[in-house]
């Protein structure tokens, strides 16, 4: 049987009309939308729902789509979604370049924007977020869109984003008492295909590896290592559905250097083989 190959999209491919390549694209959703296959993107995408139902489905946790709703999308992340007739939704498509040199307007880490990529908002927050976008979608569509206008008003949609998250993130008390479990996260972000053992990372954080797994199963409720392998699986079911790589090559690219570990690995955390992965994706 055939693999399945899920591109890595590029913003250019959802250009519509003969323009030149751009940094940013809006799109307006209106009604039934439907993604069966999941796929990712080499951007950035920021979404506000005025109307929604339905499920967005983002690195495999499933989004309940409402009203008033901001949805973040960063590259390489995959996602999916089956909006309902009643969607009226905005999109704001940014390139990587782009959007990294306007992540410091988000002003916390990116890690927890993406572990919490959808934020309700309240009436009054919608309306001055949707008030941006208007302003973008103007801009996108005058004969010369000066570039400069829109990554200013990108920022300020981030800077609002971020006052709305504020209320989210700090209910996290674990990374304010705890802020070593955040750091500890972060650096598995950076090294967890090289590095696979607690040891190194509680090296660079200054404790003992038992002291750092005690901290992850009594605030997260699993052990240091399972963090670290969690990272390993959601990558690997990333490459599995978005490339046509061979198993030997994710393997060693994550750093297995046998696939049949590699493979024992994966089934022992998503009870399938990879291969039975990609089939049934």
């Known amino acids: ?80 979604w089956d909006l309902s007739e009643k969607t009226h939704a905005h999109q704001i498509m940014i390139s990587r370049s782009e959007f990294e040199a306007m992540a410091d307007s988000l002003r916390f880490s990116l890690i927890l924007y993406q572990n919490f990529p959808v934020i309700n908002l309240g009436p009054k927050a919608f309306k001055k977020i949707l008030y ?87 605030h997260f409720h699993i052990s240091a290592t399972a963090l670290i392998h969690e990272r390993l699986i959601l990558e690997s079911k990333r490459l599995l559905l978005t490339t046509e790589t061979p198993l030997k090559i994710i393997a060693f690219e994550l750093g297995f250097y046998d696939v049949a570990y590699f493979s024992k690995f994966f089934k022992k955390y998503t009870k399938i083989t990879p291969h039975q992965f990609r089939k049934q994706s």
């Open 132 to 218: 941006e976008f208007e302003l973008i979608k103007s801009e996108l569509a005058t004969p010369a869109p000066v570039p400069e206008i829109i990554s200013t008003r990108i920022r300020l949609i981030a800077l609002m984003v971020s006052r709305e998250a504020e209320n989210i993130f700090n209910d996290l008390t674990v990374y304010k008492t705890k802020p070593l479990l955040f750091r500890y996260r972060s650096l598995i972000g950076i090294h967890y295909k090289k590095e696979k053992l607690v040891a190194f990372y509680a090296d660079q954080l200054n404790i003992s590896p038992n002291y750092l797994n005690i901290l992850c199963k009594r």
């Open 1 to 80: 049987m055939d693999v399945p190959h899920f591109p890595v999209l590029d913003i250019n491919e959802f250009r519509q009309g003969d323009h030149s390549e751009t940094d940013f694209l809006y799109h307006e959703i209106i009604g039934r939308r439907f993604i069966e296959k999941p796929h990712k993107h080499d951007f950035f995408l920021i979404m506000l729902f005025e109307f929604g139902g339905g499920t967005h489905t983002i690195d495999f946790v499933d989004h309940q789509v409402a009203d008033f709703q901001l949805h973040m999308l960063f590259p390489e992340q995959v996602h999916k």
